[in-house]
């Protein structure tokens, strides 16, 4: 059969019934724009959260408290509830520890934050001026919290963008303003320039305040939370988390590194397992998008079945005056391609118009990727080839003369 007569042929044929043709394709349709919005979902997520860690801070490693051990050792509670870092490891590990570029001390806790008129409840980091080059925070207004503010227990405070504007109003200039937290005045410093981003622990939505006065007047505690320590260049963390490693636990008096009291964590190890989850939620969502392309190529299958059916006589005559099996079968088999392609075309600039909608209005970050596209139409061949095999080959088999006497 030439080309230009299968052309002609299938066009003819779908044209022939417009709207079973259409209620074919439009399951492959849904099923092929479902599975692009999912996947973009997934990707759009995946991509956030890379740069929200990213935004942490360069060549970053996180020491956090391990388990805490109750009842004789038996009985731990969950990671990070432990208090046994103080700032005296911070201070070892900038003094000993190899390629360290600066560490930053951190205690922080939620807390109630009250000027007159407004409050807010959020995120109070005790920290130190290092926290400026380990984390990448600027300062947009007034200046940060200095070596003398932590040597002082000064009662100061540098507030996230996002704090300003909830307790001040959007870009006024808080400086020399008066807050309290805890029942406790602070008195306004500076303004950090907005990084975006929320999760994480989003910097425009915290209070950064000395770590002495946090200890002292807050958490009314020696131990703090988190040390962050940034590595001289990315070639290095490893070794200096091995460093930091076998220095804490000779600090802590710990012979088993299975027993360490605390964890260390780079950002490579939070990208990786952030990246595994969001994949895996990725294929979860695409899975569940995928159903509906399995109901689409069941409804091309039964279309071609019934097209079958009610072409006997057609097929016959075909056969009688000379057509192969392979004419047969190619013809019904470029027939049913075609719908899914035309479905898989029509189906990407749905998920496309979907992902667009998703972001636009429901404030998801979406990313529709080539990946998705070449999936797409990947797929729209397979559902093709597969469901309109089987009634291709019925008609291929038919017999001529059993053909030609159907009614």
Known sequence: MKIFDLIEETTSAISANKLRSGLTILGIVIGIGSVIAMISIGQGASGTIQSNIQAMGSNLITVMPGFQRTAGQMVM??????????????????????????????????????????NTNTQVVGTTPSYLSVRNVEIEQGS??????????????????????????????????TIRISGINFKVIGVTKSKGGTGFGSQDEMVFIPITTAQKFLAG?????????????????????????????QRHNISDPQLADFSVLSQ????????????TMTVLLAAIAGISLVVGGIGIMNMMMTTVTERTREIGLKKAIGAKRSDINIQFLTEAVTLTFIGGFLGIILGWILAFGISTFGGITTKVSPFSIILAFSVSAIIGIGFGFWPAQKA??????EALRYE
Do not use: C, H, W
Request: aromatic share 4%; no cysteine; charged share 15%.
């Open 396 to 401: 291929a088999k038919l017999n001529p003369i």
């Open 77 to 118: 509670a969950g990671r990070g509830t432990a208090q046994t870092l103080t700032f005296e490891d911070s201070q070892a590990i900038e003094k000993e520890a190899s390629y360290v570029q600066a560490v930053a001390p951190e205690l922080s806790r939620r807390y109630q934050i009250v000027t007159k008129g407004a």
């Open 144 to 177: 940060f919290i200095s070596g003398q503010n932590v040597n002082n227990l000064a009662k100061v405070a540098v507030l996230g963008s996002t704090v300003r504007d909830d307790l001040f109003g959007e870009g006024a200039n808080p400086v020399g303003e």
């Open 268 to 279: 490579e190890d939070i990208l990786g397992a952030a990246t595994s989850i969001t994949n």
């Open 221 to 249: 505690s020696n131990y703090i939370s988190t040390i962050s320590v940034q590595a001289q260049n990315p070639q290095v963390m490893n070794q200096l988390k091995t460093e930091i490693t076998s220095l804490l636990l």
